[in-house]
């Protein structure tokens, strides 16, 4: 069963203009959050993490995110994209009582000039 | 440089034949990963380990993949009589443990089998 959902495959998005992506999950135990970028044939690079506190987290490259323990949720925003934003975005889980991330699907953004 | 450094960086193989990946973790790390990413989805869990001992293997690890970490340093993933649907991406990441829940990636190995 899916427990990670990205709820757009793709996101085109005008340069300057600021973006959102949609990341829900499913679990029974607590969870540390993640999202990560991956550019072409390259591997994946960390944005951003939540563990505990303040359920709004700052990451590299302008994005943020906020935890959303009662929707399950853990979007991620930029207020002003780049050009160079244009990659593949997952958002991933750890549980508690597991050892290993489970991915989402991953949000392909594209962004115009 | 010392990140998570993955060999090779792109293998091309025919139907049948066995190859081998290699990756090197982060030095202090004790816990090494291996993923799977075919196109247009996210990486999947293949296997970890802690320190040498492979503490976990996902129902994707057939018979015909093996995974080692010898001296509990680098990692080695062997397929065996590879098949067409093994072409994918195979991603290598470290942690430490306990208290490290990011995981570190390397750039991957692309294989293609023909």
């Known amino acids: 069963a899916q427990s990670v959902t990205q709820l757009d495959s793709q996101v085109p998005v005008f340069e300057e203009a600021p973006v959102e992506l949609r990341c829900n999950y499913s679990?029974?135990?607590?969870?540390?959050l993640f999202w990560y970028v991956q550019y072409p044939n390259q591997g994946l690079q960390l944005l951003l993490k939540?563990?505990?506190?303040?359920?709004l987290v700052k990451g590299i490259n302008g994005f943020e995110a906020e935890f959303n323990k009662s929707q399950t949720s853990f979007h991620l925003r930029k207020p002003s994209v780049h050009i160079s934003d244009t990659a593949e975005y997952f958002c991933a889980v750890f549980r508690s009582n597991d050892y290993k991330l489970s991915f989402g699907a991953g949000t392909t953004v594209t962004v115009r000039a | 440089d010392t990140g998570v450094s993955q060999d090779p960086r792109h293998k091309i193989t025919k139907r049948g034949q066995n190859v081998t990946f290699r990756c090197d973790p982060i030095s202090e790390h004790n816990r090494l990963y291996w993923y799977r990413q075919t196109l247009g989805q996210g990486p999947e869990f293949l296997t970890y380990f802690q320190n040498e001992a492979q503490l976990e293997k996902s129902r994707l690890l057939s018979n015909r993949f093996s995974a080692e970490r010898p001296k509990g340093s680098f990692s080695t993933l062997e397929i065996q009589r590879t098949e067409q649907g093994d072409s994918a991406m195979y991603l290598c990441a470290s942690s430490y443990a306990p208290g490290g829940n990011e995981q570190f990636f390397g750039p991957g190995t692309r294989l293609t089998v023909l």
């Open positions: 939540y563990l505990s506190g303040s359920t």
């Open positions: 679990s029974s135990v607590s969870v540390y």
